[in-house]
């Protein structure tokens, strides 16, 4: 009898140690997994053309995109005139105000007709870009 429960002791002991292994492992991928990009673009398949902007994290972004810095992301909003992904609002998180894209991506909702410069918000002022 004691030798089955000493067996029994080790196979829980080494068992113990696997998962704590394996716990210990799964912790080190996480602290050094890699951070998600602020900004990505979502790339269309056919022609490599930019389809959407995107925030990092977004889970909508699709399968081709590559990671943009903050000033491109508002260039292609802006001056590209590409649209802003409804799910994420990069558009909102750059503080941009009625940008081309913007307007391109809801389709149905009236525009500002007075202005056509997209504008970006800069510490509370609004900015003309164009």
Aim: glycine share 6%.
């Amino acid at each position: 009898m004691r030798v089955w429960h000493a067996m029994w002791l080790e196979r829980i002991d080494r068992q113990i140690a696997y998962v704590q292994k394996r716990q210990a492992e799964e912790e080190r991928r996480r602290r050094n997994r890699p951070r998600p990009p602020d900004w990505v673009v979502e790339l269309s398949r056919a022609t490599g053309q930019p389809l959407q902007v995107h925030d990092g994290a977004c889970g909508m972004k699709g399968k081709r995109h590559r990671e943009v810095s903050r000033d491109e992301a508002r260039r292609l909003l802006t001056t590209d005139a590409v649209p802003a992904c409804p799910f994420c609002h990069p558009d909102t998180q750059l503080r941009i105000i009625g940008g081309l894209a913007a307007r391109r991506n809801r389709p149905g909702r009236v525009s500002n007709e007075h202005s056509t410069a997209p504008a970006i918000v800069l510490n509370r002022r609004l900015v003309m870009t164009a």
